[in-house]
C-alpha cells in the first residue's frame, strides 16, 4: 500500500463534503480509501506556513494507482467543481510505503 499524510486548509466545509461525497467512489475505483481523518483545532508546529485544519491519511494500492487517479478527467472535474472552491491550501506531509 502506497499512503500519503495530507494537511488542509478547509474554508467550507459544506462544499467539502460534497467533494468528499462525489469523489470517493472515483477513489474507490482506483482500489484507494481513508485511513484517519482530523479535524485540528491548533497546529502547534508545522513546516509550512500555511494554516492547517484538516488532516487526513489516503490509501492506495501503488503509487501509481495514485499518480493514475489524481490525473483522471472525471476526479479532475470533481475537484475542479468542489475542492478548488472549499479548500486554500494543501500539504503534503509525507508520502509513502505502508507495511
Known amino acids: 500500500m502506497f499512503e500519503y499524510l495530507v494537511g488542509l486548509e478547509v474554508t467550507n466545509n459544506q462544499m467539502y463534503t460534497q467533494y468528499r461525497n462525489a469523489m470517493t467512489p472515483i477513489l474507490e475505483q482506483y482500489g484507494g480509501?481513508?485511513?484517519?481523518?482530523?479535524?485540528?483545532?491548533?497546529?502547534?508546529?508545522?513546516a509550512v506556513d500555511v494554516?492547517?485544519?484538516?488532516?487526513?491519511t489516503i490509501?492506495?494500492?501503488?503509487?501509481?494507482?495514485?499518480?493514475?487517479?489524481?490525473s483522471y478527467d472525471l476526479y479532475l472535474a470533481v475537484k475542479a467543481e468542489y475542492f478548488d472552491l472549499s479548500v486554500a491550501n494543501t500539504t503534503i506531509i509525507a508520502g509513502y510505503e505502508k507495511a
Open 33 to 46: 480509501g481513508f485511513g484517519y481523518d482530523f479535524v485540528v483545532s491548533e497546529v502547534l508546529k508545522s
Open 51 to 56: 494554516p492547517i485544519n484538516r488532516v487526513f
Open 59 to 70: 490509501l492506495f494500492p501503488t503509487k501509481q494507482s495514485a499518480e493514475t487517479f489524481f
